[in-house]
């Protein structure tokens, strides 16, 4: 077995390495995995039902990581591992991760590929920023969604009137602010006990998400942290130290990992080696109960793309297949709320996730990047969509067919596409309810989804 | 095939050999290496930026394109004279903002600001706001640029045009910034000179940053 000291001692005896080389190591070696498994990115094959090359996807990264290792960048060594060291934490890696409370207890398990078990739903307006006096209701609109398994936050662009910036006191303040606020907007959804999967999101560095997470600021024992790695393929001691919070507090953890599809890896191929290759760096490295991947297009900063559809289904198929980690993927958007597109993209990537093996967290619209453009409607369209695909059993050539009807309907729209309307203009704000213009664009989706093969209820 | 067009097209396929034979012949043949760093290599690349900004060259082909480029221009550099200053596009500080450590964008950008002709000084990231300025004086830089992925980080923007105008510099340098949560309207708030929304644009916006504070039209 490997511990979390163990990889500590190596990040500080591995071997040494400049950073720009381990950067242009990563496009090298994923490249030729690539050639060497003979893995290829199939336009009309958006969901593949290759089994196969899920496999091959698997086995490449697994070579990726046993080759390159994690680049830690306080040291700049590789922590590396062996083949066996590397089984054992896949053998041994949680097989359930429990979040919330009470009557609002979920527990998400592992998924299989086309698996009749509906997707987890981790409902969040992921760090959306948000005026001050407007967070709670936005992330309330996240928590009230009967289909939200737990929640977390947005970010609010200030705490007393103060922006936050990181490194700074404030920043403290803001992170214990951020939990204090969840927490009530859990209450005012009428869900006190519901998991938040995500405590802090409003802080950088570590001190501050440690200060934070308090049980006399609202955190509860089931709620977690992210723990991300940076990309590519590299962890530093800012986030290692969480691990040892973590380690000792025992809240819930999860890998984050944003690969760049165009960047240091190259094309959709060999993103998908490198994104599959994070999955046993939060394992080994963060201790990861599960695991959450947002890859993203470099120019278009989403992954309602055609190759973005086809590396999370294919790393999705490669992760469920050969392994029982829990796994989940964040749906980016490149139209804003209450758009026809928005709807289309949504059900999009979660069609694609749902059939090949992944949890869901929903959703980053506009391309998570515009102020006030985020809502609960986005996470309703999303769960919902997941929970029909799920019991309806569609397979994944049937999927592919769906999705590329879908594709065809925005992906040309995609560099210019509306970037929505805000909160408050998709909900009252006093009843936190979505507007009729939301619901009635939500109506015109389904009636359009529907006519492809997603079979919505009335 | 005319020399130029050969390092156009070398420069293209990212052939660091061949680029530097190139260069070489350039030399020996007498050619003008300015003429042969405008019209061959930087060429070459601003198709490379094209490529890669309709994403048919992704970075690995974008960095050995440049690092072509680069061997090239080790040869003829010293071979410029007095037209060393004319192959010198203007020059740039550039790093990621205090707290923030994601830098593929800002690697990007710098590659392709290089690739334009520019002179990069890269601090890395999480620069201190008062480090961009300090070696943006040391290297008497035209334009500071500097990125942010994070909302926290991001809010040093408007510290670093701040600290510029308390120091009696902020006429001195140009202040561009881009990142993933940096939109335009927050550039123009913060009080930048210029925005990038993605890496084509960032050296555009470099390039007329450079023209207007060296007193051109733009």
């Known amino acids: ?458 | 095939m005319k020399i130029f067009e050969q390092i156009v097209e070398a420069t293209v396929a990212g052939d660091q050999e061949r680029c530097v034979a190139l260069a070489q012949e350039v030399l020996d043949s007498g050619t003008d290496p300015l003429q042969a760093i405008e019209q061959g290599y930087t060429k070459g690349m601003a198709i490379v930026g094209d490529k890669f900004s309709r994403m048919e060259y992704y970075l690995p082909e974008l960095i050995a394109c440049a690092d072509a480029m680069k061997a090239a221009m080790d040869v003829l550099k010293p071979h410029l004279g007095k037209n060393q200053d004319s192959a010198v596009q203007g020059s740039v500080v550039i790093g990621t903002i205090q707290g923030d450590l994601h830098d593929l964008g800002k690697n990007i950008v710098k590659t392709m600001l290089q690739a334009a002709g520019l002179t990069v000084h890269d601090l890395g990231c999480d620069v201190q706001v008062r480090s961009f300025i300090d070696k943006a004086e040391e290297l008497d830089a035209d334009v500071i640029a500097a990125s942010a992925i994070l909302t926290t980080t991001m809010a040093y923007m408007p510290d670093l045009v701040n600290l510029l105008g308390d120091m009696n510099l902020r006429d001195r340098f140009k202040v561009m910034v881009g990142g993933a949560p940096v939109t335009p309207d927050y550039a123009k708030e913060a009080g930048a000179d210029g925005y990038g929304e993605n890496a084509a644009e960032a050296v555009e916006t470099a390039k007329n940053l450079v023209q207007s504070k060296r007193g051109g039209k733009k």
């Open chain 1, 1 to 458: 077995m490997i511990g979390f000291w163990d990889v500590y001692k190596r990040s500080e005896t591995g071997p040494f390495i400049k950073e720009q080389e381990f950067d242009r190591q990563i496009g090298t070696v994923a490249n030729q995995l690539v050639q060497k498994h003979g893995i290829r990115f199939d336009r009309e094959q958006v969901i593949p039902s290759d089994d196969g090359l899920a496999d091959k996807v698997y086995q490449a990264a697994l070579e990726l990581f046993l080759e390159l290792g994690i680049y830690c960048r306080d040291t700049s060594r590789l922590i590396r591992f062996s083949p066996e060291e590397v089984q054992w934490a896949l053998k041994h890696a949680p097989t359930t991760v429990t979040y919330g409370q009470g009557p609002d207890t979920r527990i998400m398990r592992h998924r299989r590929v086309e698996d009749s078990l509906p997707p987890f739903c981790l409902n969040t307006p992921v760090g959306c920023t948000v005026a001050e006096e407007r967070f709670v209701a936005m992330v309330q609109s996240y928590a009230q969604e009967p289909l939200s398994d737990t929640f977390s936050s947005a970010f609010s662009q200030t705490v007393g009137g103060r922006p936050i910036k990181s490194g700074t006191p404030q920043e403290v303040e803001a992170a214990i602010w951020n939990v204090v606020k969840l927490r009530e907007a859990a209450r005012a959804a009428g869900r006190p006990l519901i998991g938040i999967h995500n405590l802090i999101t409003n802080a950088e560095k570590t001190d501050a998400t440690l200060a934070a997470i308090q049980e006399e600021f609202g955190a509860h024992p089931n709620d977690g942290l992210a723990v991300a790695a940076i990309a590519e393929m590299k962890a530093d001691y800012e986030r290692m130290k969480k691990v040892v919070f973590l380690d000792q507090k025992g809240y819930n953890r999860y890998g984050l990992y944003g690969p760049i599809m165009g960047g240091y890896a190259g094309g959709p191929e060999a993103t998908a080696i490198v994104h599959v290759a994070h999955h046993f760096l939060g394992l080994l490295a963060f201790g990861a109960q599960w695991h959450d991947g947002f890859p993203l297009h470099l120019m278009q900063g989403c992954n309602s793309t055609r190759d973005l559809l086809w590396l999370i289904s294919v790393t999705g198929q490669a992760l469920a297949r050969n392994t029982h980690l829990l796994i989940g993927v964040s749906p980016f958007t490149a139209a804003g709320p209450c758009t026809d597109m928005v709807v289309l993209e949504i059900a999009a990537t979660v069609l694609t996730a749902t059939v090949s093996g992944l949890h869901l967290n929903l959703v980053a619209v506009a391309r998570n990047k515009l102020p006030e453009r985020s809502s609960g409607m986005e996470a309703r369209i999303g769960a919902e969509t997941a929970y029909l695909i799920a019991e309806q059993g569609i397979t994944r050539k049937q999927a592919n067919e769906v999705v590329k009807k879908i594709l065809r309907c925005y992906e040309s729209n995609i560099p210019d596409a509306p970037q929505g309307k805000r909160f408050d203009e998709c909900y009252d704000l006093k009843t936190v309810r979505p507007t009729q213009e939301y619901l009635d664009v939500y109506d015109r989706g389904k009636e359009t989804l529907t006519k492809f093969g997603i079979e919505y209820r009335d």
